[in-house]
């Protein structure tokens, strides 16, 4: 529509103008790290040191060149601009004051930097509209290498360098604006500036880069003007080895006031960032809007199902003082940073010239999912885990960060004790984050190098603190995390940061992911591989998602990842097919849970920092073992087999569905499995995929070496074919390529150690699993037999997500074409993983069966899984072969079971759940053709594959590129 088509034509020149400076810059290895300004307290400081009382002004992030009641105006740009505050200020019915405006883009930044050009340097004390224009250059620009970036550092440079004449803004205020752009474009010209003849220019730049972060190569330019006999350069150094930029932020005080905001049960990431909403992820105060929508116990939206509790969140903020986000369990569910980012938008603390993005603020759960908990560190915030029994909306609390006391200010009395995760945690609250703690920190250790003095830091910072027992054996996860570091093993509880090999990211946290790469000042990727998907919007994109999909390929391509095209299919089944066994990575979704190696799903801000660096952070987590022993039963399929696994440990013991105490005995833990060598790679995935909905932070699966070789010999060919058809970056994949043929030359796996030690041990003998276990509605935990729930009515039917593949939907297809009615009693939804999968269906007949049987045929990709698509009847019971079935997620008010592709495709026959003999009749027919039905795609075998990849050559320099990559 012309909406979408202007914004892909403003995209278009803002990428046209950057472009040159994007290609010079391709190859540079770059990464980094938000920051504030030196000495500037936070919000949260200033309540606590001067009794400030927040309004919803300050909430929503209003400030005076937001304000469209100045003067009447004579520039267009602010005309234009002020009606764009109001229509912002106006939404949610203004409260809290609205929603602030969106940062400026490239094409809006170009606009005002005429206008700052065509002003006299004299209006600059008598024009409101002059000083607006500046305020807004100067805040309203996101930092690091974003489009907008580009053009006020070209801009600032120029006046800086003396290349272009002042006029509203001097040389020397166009220095220090360039200060606060964090890294990336504004780098080259400050440290030009070290060497210039203006005193006071050059002293300006050394402050700027004192505290600047996110130089990189240009850290070398400053060494070698300091061996030069640079004095400001050797400033920079001395102020890096002493750590200024971060002893100039305040301490984290003693005692933190703050109004409990307490959501009861279980908050998933679903409920902070709903998927129906995922198209505004990018915009955070327009996506907070939508944080709660739904009404549950003590929650009251403004507006149910369209807006969150902003009249709850504004009654709260009265009491003055800053809001703590408490729950019973927080934040279970998909890898969202866009949940964090709701929930500081409304709890934490404005970040100085960084538009839209906030920081701090306190967390609060008596159990908080992992990679919540993650993400909640990388931006910067206090995530604490506690008994939250006695805490409740309304109440004013005494945080005591360092002491482990939280006291009611009514009563002074203690109400709870706690032990922070980790002796950095208050480091990185007062750094910023934990990407830039970890930036910093280096770049500390590599100044005190340069300066001829020892590396170490502890006399500045808390350092990690080693584990004081070394476990007699490693488990498998912990010798391929070991491996990335370049040792035999890291123990539970060592931090480290291991070498990503393969980093993953899709489509509705892929723009966020961008987003924070520009912030990182990122040109170029030091993963090995990183790959881009659009499974989650390509079936029913917005404008936004058009735009994203016209746009994110370059972005990725250019800093040398690979893009998937939309319709290409589901990230995971993609992903996957690029692995090297026994290697480590990360991605931007929760299912990213390698078959082979491990994986850490993470917050877009850690993938971004992941790709851009090529390390990740990580305390290593204990493990929990699950072994299977005897053999799978007649009827019985793999999707039971996942939901044996809460079933035995809540048998066990070891996992609680109340969510009051919550105990889960996977939270935050690698869950490792054997018993089952002989899986195919895609069965594996099936298994390792479902380790999500425990809430543990990665998967292992022991596997013998005959199907790895199988699985990369086909995915050898698969990648060629994607080069063949056009696919980039094709460096990337020749380099992958070149690896897997390497390990294909010398196959070999690794093991874990006998004597490895395991926080728990589940044994699971599958001679005792005699009928279907299912994930009751709506909780993957809450877990039944087939034949305690028989009868019930289902209305539809869901068969696809990443937890399917091909055979699947041979066997629903066998299922459909043996019924005996006409028409199904259900709705039948078929969305399978992948184009590849689809393409074959269809050669074999299966897309005819599935079409007489009246099924809705859905674009390969997520489909109904998410929820931010098509979507279910309100209120109807379900059957999915889904993810997740967190309340409301497939459809508003729907009950959601989880099964196997089986057992659905017979309940969307019957209308209802099938008894267990009706149900092993049925299973029959697939046991007995199951050598046909459960075969998998292996590309070596098929020849349009095989024609395409052996016109493909992998170049001599990717092989030897490849041969350097030790991890």
Known sequence: NNTTIIMLGRIRSARRAASSLHQASRSTNVAAASRRQPQQFSLLQQQQQHNFRPTAATTATTSHFFSSTTAPLSSEFLQSYDAHVAERAAMANGKLGGIAPKPLDAAQTATLIDELRAASSSDSDSSPEASRLVELLSHRVPPG????????????????????????????????????????????????????????????????????????????????????????????????????WFTSKPDIPDKITVTVFKVT?????????????????????????????????????????????????????????????????????????????????????????????????????????????????????????????????????????????????????????????????????????????????????????????????????????????????????????????????????????????????????????????????????SADLVMQSFCHTAAYPKPVDVVTHHTLPDFIQTRGGVSLRPGDGIIHSWLNRMLVPDTVGTGGDSHTRFPLGVSFPAGSGLVAFAAATGVFPLDMPESVLVRFTGTMQPGITLRDLVQAIPYTAIQNGLLTIEKKGKKNVFSGRVLEIEGLPDLKCEQAFELSDASAERSAAGCTIKLNKEPVIEYLQSNVVMLKWMISEGYGDPRTLERRIARMED????????????????????????????EPILALPNDPDASALLSEVAGDKIDEVFIGSC???????????????????????????????????AAQLSEEGYYSTFGTAGARMEMPGCSLCMGNQARVEPGC??????????????????????????????????????????????????????????????????????????????????????????F
């Open 877 to 966: 019971t379900v059957v999915s072969t889904s993810t997740r079935n967190f309340p409301n997620r497939l459809g508003q008010g729907s009950n959601v079971y989880l099964a196997s592709a089986e057992l659905a495709a017979i309940a969307s026959i019957e209308g209802k759940l099938p008894t267990v003999d009706e149900y092993m009749k049925y299973m029959s027919t697939v046991d007995a053709t199951a050598g046909d039905t459960y075969r998998y795609l292996n590309f070596d075998e098929l020849p349009e594959f095989v024609e395409a990849s052996d016109k493909v050559e992998i170049s001599d320099e990717m092989r030897e590129a490849a041969k350097k990559l030790k």
């Open 145 to 244: 290498v974003d489009e907008a970036a580009y053009v006020k550092a070209a801009y600032l440079s120029a006046v800086a360098l003396g290349k272009e004449s002042p006029t509203l803004i001097s040389r020397l205020r166009a220095v220090e604006l360039l200060g606060t752009m964090q890294g990336g474009y504004n780098v080259g010209t400050l440290v030009e500036l070290l060497s210039g003849d203006d005193a006071e220019l050059k002293a300006s730049a050394a402050h700027q880069l004192k505290h600047t972060l996110l130089v990189f190569d240009a850290f070398h330019d400053i060494v070698d003007l300091y061996n030069k006999g640079n004095e400001a350069a050797k400033e920079v150094l001395e102020s890096w080895a002493a750590a200024e």
């Open 265 to 525: 049960g279980e908050t998933n990431t679903d409920d902070l960032s709903p998927a129906q909403d995922a198209w505004s992820r990018p915009d955070v105060p327009l996506h907070a809007l939508a944080m709660l929508k739904n009404e549950r116990d003590g929650i009251v939206p403004e507006q149910d199902g369209e807006i969150g509790p902003l009249g709850q969140i504004d009654e709260l903020l009265q009491k003055g003082h800053p809001l703590a986000y408490v729950g019973d369990v927080v934040g279970t569910g998909s890898s969202r940073k866009s949940a964090t980012n709701s929930v500081l938008w409304f709890m934490g603390e404005d970040i100085p010239y960084v538009p839209n993005m906030k920081t701090g603020g306190v967390c609060i759960g008596g159990k908080i999912a992992p990679i919540f908990f993650n993400t909640m560190e990388d931006s910067g915030a206090l995530p604490i885990e506690m008994d939250v029994s006695n805490l409740n909306t309304g109440d004013v609390v005494d945080i005591y960060p360092k002491e482990g006391e939280v006291v009611d200010r009514a009563c002074d009395e203690v109400i709870c004790k706690f032990e922070l995760k980790t002796n950095v945690l208050l480091d990185e609250v007062r750094a910023g984050g934990r990407i830039p703690l970890i930036i910093g920190r280096g770049i500390t250790s590599k100044a005190r190098v340069a300066l001829g003095r020892d590396a170490s830091v502890a006399d500045t910072f808390n350092l990690p603190v080693a584990p004081e027992d070394t476990p007699k054996g490693y488990s498998l996860a912990q010798k391929m995390v070991g491996k990335a570091c370049g040792v035999e093993g890291i123990p539970p509880g060592q931090y480290c940061e291991p070498t990503m090999t393969t980093v993953g990211s899709q489509d509705t946290t892929g723009p966020m992911t961008r987003d924070e790469l520009k912030s990182l000042a990122c040109l170029g990727f």
């Open 743 to 770: 390990w294909l030359a010398n196959p070999h796996l690794m093991e874990a150690d006998n004597n490895a030690e395991y926080a728990e041990i589940i044994e699971i003998n599958m001679d005792e699993i005699k």
């Open 803 to 837: 937890m399917t593949n091909i055979g699947h939907f041979r066997a629903a297809g066998k299922l459909l074409a043996d019924k005996k009615s006409a028409t199904l009693p259900t709705r039948l939804w078929v969305s399978p993983p992948t184009k590849m999968d």
